[in-house]
């Protein structure tokens, strides 16, 4: 509903629905480093922080962070691969 009345007011409902998909994403990778019992408090601690940060982002100017959220993502997930 939403992506679909940001494409009729004319701004790009893509770029919302990747932020809810990498939204999506962060908090399956939060589930698995928990579920994996991961013993680096300070990784899923930040992976959390981050998470918050990202959700509070202005949905108006996702062309300005989600890059950035996305590189992050990749370095918690490999991070999150190697956690035991």
């Known amino acids: 509903g939403e992506v679909l009345a940001y494409n009729v007011l004319g701004r790009d409902g893509n ?4 932020k809810y998909d990498l939204e999506n994403r ?3 990778l939060i589930h ?3 579920e994996k019992g991961c013993k680096d408090t300070e990784l899923v601690e930040a992976l959390h922080q ?5 959700l509070q982002e ?5 062309s300005y962070y989600i890059a950035k959220y996305m ?5 918690y997930d490999s991070s999150v691969e ?3």
């Open 32 to 34: 698995r480093a928990e």
């Open 71 to 75: 590189i992050l993502f990749s370095e």
């Open 58 to 62: 202005d949905k108006k100017k996702i």
């Open 15 to 18: 770029q919302l629905a990747r």
């Open 26 to 28: 962060y908090l399956e």
């Open 82 to 84: 190697e956690c035991s």
């Open 50 to 54: 981050t998470y918050e940060t990202f």
